[in-house]
């Protein structure tokens, strides 16, 4: 099991995108392919870390910021 290249979220059967294996339903659209812009991304990774680890906005947009550069996706 990886993560994904785009979030970093664990990637399983439920969480694997059907277009591209690197990514995961969340960061690439199930129906288009279209992959979520980097602006999507970040917020979808503040609102997760909010709701699911109980962070403030700011200790998420932090968590998010640090995060993200990290991975492949936004290397380039």
Not at 9 to 33: A, H, M, V, W
Request: glycine share 6%; aromatic share 6%; with cysteine.
């Amino acid at each position: 099991m990886g993560q994904c290249e785009s979030c970093g979220i664990p990637l399983d059967e439920k969480t694997t995108s059907k277009f591209d294996s690197r990514y995961c339903i969340y960061c690439q659209n199930q129906e288009s392919g279209e992959l979520a812009s980097k602006e999507q991304v970040r917020e979808g990774s503040i609102q997760a870390l909010m709701r699911l680890q109980g962070k403030s906005r700011e200790e998420a947009e932090k968590v998010a910021d640090e995060m993200m550069p990290k991975l492949p996706r936004w290397q380039k």
